[in-house]
């Protein structure tokens, strides 16, 4: 069945750059997303990348898609205090409504 | 108006008590959702609307019953909710089923 996963945590240092992974399994997937969750607030999205992309740099943000390996990354630049949240990568299984979400990576920032 | 809005923000309620949770967005989307949150896990999706007619719903128990009474509103009615209901509920809507989704705030709803 389809699957996503990344690792449950993440810290570094302020200014230093962060990089959160994430595997899936649905290789019909055309778009893939990266959703941030801060403390008691709802999802916000990010960024998200089209299946036949390679790479999508949008300021702080580059995600990296590698289709044959079915991986995907995030990298945030220069890492900011206010970057520390949860952020889910996610699938559109069967590129339909159903978003399929790995199990957020926590992300913390020490200034 | 880009923003997906929920209310209410908090909402206590017994297991007998009925209550609707309510989502508006005002971007002309035609696909709207709700999920489920627990603390520090991914969103479940429950329930998926598209133009209007529910499209998806993934084997939700019938105490919770959503509603589409038009393009920019969406309602889940709850009742005789069990304690394991407690979570964040929340809504989302798209351009269309498949579109990138954007999310509500969410209603974190406590049963007693």
């Known amino acids: 069945g389809e699957d996503v996963e990344q690792s449950l945590f993440l810290s570094v240092r302020e200014g230093d750059s962060s990089v959160i992974n994430c595997t899936y399994t649905d290789s019909s997937s055309t778009y893939l997303y990266w959703y941030k969750q801060e403390p008691g607030a709802g999802l916000q999205l990010l960024t998200y990348?089209?299946?036949?992309?390679d790479m999508k740099q949008d300021q702080r943000l580059t995600v990296l898609l590698n289709k044959k390996d079915k991986h995907l990354s995030l990298r945030i630049a220069d890492t900011q205090t206010g970057d520390s949240a949860i952020y889910f990568c996610a699938e559109a299984y069967n590129q339909g409504g159903k978003l399929i979400f790995g199990q957020g990576t926590e992300l913390s920032v020490k200034p | 108006d880009t923003e997906v809005t929920q209310t209410p923000k908090h909402l206590v309620m017994g297991m007998t008590n009925k209550k609707s949770l309510k989502c508006e967005q005002h971007m002309g989307h035609r696909a709207m959702y709700w999920y489920k949150q627990k603390a520090k896990k991914p969103p479940e999706l429950m329930f998926v609307y598209s133009y209007e007619k529910l499209s998806i719903n993934e084997s939700v128990p019938s105490r919770f019953s959503p509603e589409c009474p038009n393009s920019s509103l969406l309602n889940l009615h709850l009742h005789a909710l069990q304690p394991e209901d407690s979570a964040l509920y929340l809504c989302?809507?798209?351009?269309?089923?498949?579109?990138?989704?954007?999310f509500g705030p969410g209603t974190r709803l406590t049963v007693l």
């Open positions: 990348i089209f299946s036949n992309m």
């Open positions: 989302a809507s798209s351009r269309g089923e498949g579109n990138e989704q954007f």
